[in-house]
Structures are given as C-alpha cells and as structure tokens.
C-alpha cells in the first residue's frame, strides 16, 4: 500500500491559495483514477482509495498535518517510504518542481507536523510557488490566490505534479524521479 498527501487547508476560504496546491493536485489524481471514498472521523481528513493507493487531503489545517498522516499510516501499516507528500514550497520559483526524500521542512509547518508525527523519510514533491518580497508577508502570500500569470499556467502545473506522482506511484526510483521530473524553471509550462 502506498500513500500519496496533498496538503492544504480544508474549506472554500483556502480552495485556490497557494497553499493549496497539494489538495489540488489529489483532485486531480482523483479524476483520472476511479477510487473510493473510504474516510473515517479517525483518520481526520478525506480518504480515498484506487486499488493499493491511498490519496489523503487532511482536515487539520496545515499545521496538524501529521495527526491526519500519522492516523492513516498506522492503520493501513504504510512505512515512511511508501508515502508521497506533495507541498507547496516557497523557496522554489512558481512552476519549479523538485522531488526528493528527508531532509529539513524550510519552515513549513505542515512538513513540521508530519516530520514530528512519521519521521522525515517520506518522499517530498515540492511544488514551487514563489516568495513574497518581504519575508513578513509569507502567511498572507501563502493563503492568498495565485495572480492572474500563476493562474493561467495553474492547469498545467498541476498536471505534471500529477504525473510525478503516478511515476512516483510506479516505482520510479528517487535519482530517476529527481533526473526526469525536477524542473527548476517551470519550462513545461511554456
């Protein structure tokens, strides 16, 4: 069994923040992979299943994303290795893509609260999203909208996110993930 999470913030208020990005790509892995609909209160976010994969947007706003992790890592028995957490990440320009395993959380506390719940040697698709000018601003530069330029290449963004992690999901391994799927500039959205 594999784990692939989408981290966000639950709600219409926080639906097309930059913040968001993980949910988005887990809707769209959902619309092209029939799955299920297996949530629970005690895994406390939206669980679906498709064949041996699990897909988890957590309820627990941002930054308690590891109780939702953890609950469902514990009882579908799914190691640190088998799970895929995708974020939006502030140190990578907008449309960047970098995949790695462990490492530090560059201040996100929803890696924070996953690194404190399961450990750090989860994948991580780190989806780039730009900084604010000031770093004073970074709470209301990550819940805000993506402006108009983000926006019109969004669709595309997600896309490839979605098909990293379905190469993720087949077992590509982390250097063959890293050397065909990190993009430091976005160009596949040209």
């Not at 309820?59 to 957490?85: H, P």
């Not at 960047?96 to 530090?104: F, I, L, M, Y």
């Not at 990550?142 to 290449?153: N, R």
């Amino acid at each position: 069994m594999k784990l692939i999470v989408g981290l966000g913030n639950p709600g219409p208020t926080y639906t097309t923040t930059r913040h968001n990005i993980g949910f988005m790509v887990i809707d769209k892995l959902l619309e092209e992979l029939p799955h299920s609909d297996i949530t629970k209160k005690s895994f406390f976010g939206e669980l679906y299943k498709s064949k041996d994969l699990l897909f988890l947007k957590p309820a627990t706003y941002m930054n308690l994303s590891g109780k939702s992790v953890q609950a469902v890592a514990n009882f579908y028995k799914v190691n640190s290795s088998d799970i895929l957490v995708i974020h939006d990440d502030l140190d990578l320009s907008f449309g960047a893509v970098r995949v790695k395993v462990g490492g530090g959380n560059g201040g996100h506390n929803g890696l924070k609260s996953i690194d404190a719940a399961i450990g750090k040697e989860y994948y991580r698709l780190r989806l780039g999203i730009g900084k604010p000018e000031h770093k004073g601003m970074v709470a209301s530069f990550v819940l805000s909208p993506f402006v108009k330029e983000e926006a019109d290449s969004l669709d595309a963004f997600v896309e490839y996110a979605k098909d990293v992690a379905l190469a993720w999901r087949d077992g590509l391994e982390i250097n063959d993930l890293k050397s065909k799927y990190s993009k430091k500039d976005g160009s596949y959205l040209k």
